[in-house]
């Protein structure tokens, strides 16, 4: 090299800096995981709305609708004629609805996908965690891979997840809560306890009694307001808004005693019954495993005993709920049946570590037989996953064939000429109706008790049983037949015609 060339820079510092920002990155995930998680499970989310099918269930067109009510000054906030109130849902379809009718639907499934995905994440980590730093690495994983698995094989999961309901997201907000009270992040724990409240009223009795020990334990003034506008908030948000949109602020608890869930002659048994199909028997045989060994444990594990004692604490507040008027739905076993997914990956593992003594190829032989043994306890439910994508694919076919006929009918205007102008259709597609028509749930019925537009699909899972007819309204009137979809001026008559849809 001359004297009057420069040497050429060196490559280290960009090797450094690049470095460095991987760390940072690493140092913000590890911090802040579930900030980071849920970012993530959005982005998935998202990419799932735009690859496969996206379309609302029942319920949550309820809540879409619920909330573009709160923000349309043209329609009056009524919260009668669809499904019980839930407030954690409406709270975000509210928001969603600034962003217009056409992005409001798609935003709130995305948000329900990405609360599946969240407790597919919290569920792994809580497995990891459970086997602990004292087992060798491939066990943490194993167990995290397989509590995220069982909580898959989980009543309906594809479907709720496939179509927007709230069960995914409730046992994300269970899970995380948990997993956020174990990294003594004690605030988050707290609000995601607040938000299962909002879910299911069975969290009620957990989260008051969380609360009162974190008051106990903080002398913040910080926490402790936190603490008082969350116990303000879960009464608030359940009954002040039915009370406005329908004048009965328990109309939740109205609607669940009203709906007795067919629980036949025995309600106790039923009820049991319903918190064993969750689930399936190798899980939950698998998650007394766990218990059972972290009992014999040396030291016992108190951290798995006390998860063990969580769901089974939620198992007795839905019995006891059910034994009192409520439904006791298996839905409503959903938090337990996560925190016992949790347990069955742990009981997989531990399993493996008391058989293999070490020897890792016979560990990974018994959890491969264990894992084994479910398959044909799982196979319905995952051959129910392979349909979910042609159904849903179906459902928006469907919805889009009925919108096409409510505008071949002239939409709104036509359909309602007058305040007391009424419509019907079948049962399971009543809220996506209503929205589509731009009325409060209570102008579309599931019979057709009056003179209106009747709206008749197939029936199906997708669409249900069609709108029956009251007696006396005989003349019917064809107005427009949009794929499968009919629509008719059904008529009483001699009678007054004039509010009549046309």
Not at 49 to 68: E, H, K, M, Q
Not at 260 to 286: A, C, E, Y
Not at 357 to 376: H, K, N, S, Y
Request: net charge positive; proline share 6%.
């Amino acid at each position: 090299m001359s004297a009057t060339q420069t040497p050429a820079p060196s490559a280290a510092p960009d090797r450094a800096a690049g470095q460095s920002g991987r760390d940072d990155w690493r140092e913000l995930l590890q911090r802040y995981p579930f900030v980071s998680a849920t970012v993530a499970c959005v982005v998935l989310a998202a990419l799932s709305a735009a690859l496969l099918p996206t379309v609302a269930s029942y319920d949550p067109w309820a809540w879409i609708s619920w909330g573009r009510e709160v923000v349309d000054p043209h329609l009056s906030f009524a919260i009668s004629g669809g499904p019980s109130w839930k407030p954690l849902p409406v709270l975000f379809t509210t928001a969603f609805a600034l962003f217009g009718s056409t992005a409001a639907p798609t935003l709130w499934v995305i948000t329900a996908r990405a609360g599946g995905l969240l407790a597919l994440f919290a569920a792994y980590r809580l497995g990891a965690r459970l086997v602990g730093s004292h087992s060798p690495r491939w066990a943490a994983v194993t167990a995290g891979v397989l509590a995220a698995a069982g909580v898959v094989v989980t009543q309906e999961w594809f479907y709720e997840m496939f179509r927007g309901t709230s069960e995914p997201m409730l046992i994300a907000c269970a899970l995380w809560a948990i997993d956020r009270h174990l990294e003594r992040r004690y605030g988050w724990a707290f609000v995601l306890g607040v938000a299962t409240s909002l879910i299911r009223p069975e969290a009620w009795p957990l989260i008051i009694l969380y609360a009162a020990w974190l008051w106990w334990r903080s002398a913040s003034t910080r926490t402790r307001a936190l603490i008082v506008l969350g116990l303000l908030a879960i009464p608030f948000f359940w009954f002040v808004p039915p009370w406005i949109g329908s004048g009965q602020p328990f109309l939740a608890a109205v609607h669940a005693e009203e709906y007795n869930g067919q629980l036949g002659s025995d309600p106790f048994l039923t009820v049991l019954g319903r918190g064993l199909d969750v689930q399936t028997i190798p899980i939950l045989i698998l998650g007394a495993v766990a218990v059972t060994v972290a009992w014999l444990r040396r030291p016992r594990d108190w951290l798995t005993l006390a998860l063990g004692a969580g769901a089974l604490v939620w198992w007795v507040v839905v019995v006891g709920m059910t034994l009192d008027g409520y439904p006791g739905l298996e839905r409503f076993y959903l938090p337990a049946a996560g925190v016992t997914a949790v347990l069955a990956g742990v009981g997989i593992v531990r399993l493996a570590e008391l058989a293999a003594r070490g020897r890792g190829l016979v560990a990974a032989g018994v959890i491969v037989a264990l894992v084994a043994l479910t398959i044909p306890f799982t196979g319905g439910r995952l051959g129910q996953a392979r349909a979910q994508e042609r159904i849903a694919a179906q459902a928006v076919t469907r919805l889009d064939q009925m919108k096409a006929a409510v505008a071949a009918v002239g939409g709104h205007s036509r359909v309602f000429p007058c305040k007391s102008s009424f419509a019907a259709v079948n049962h399971g597609v009543q809220t996506a109706l209503a929205w589509q028509l731009h009325v409060t749930l209570g102008r579309v019925g599931t019979s057709m008790r009056h003179q209106g537009v009747m709206f008749v699909g197939p029936h199906d899972t997708i669409d249900g049983i069609a709108a029956p007819v009251k007696a006396d309204l005989t003349s019917r009137q064809l107005l427009a037949r949009v794929g499968v979809w009919r629509v008719y001026r059904v008529t009483r008559p001699g009678s007054d015609t004039r509010c009549v849809g046309s």
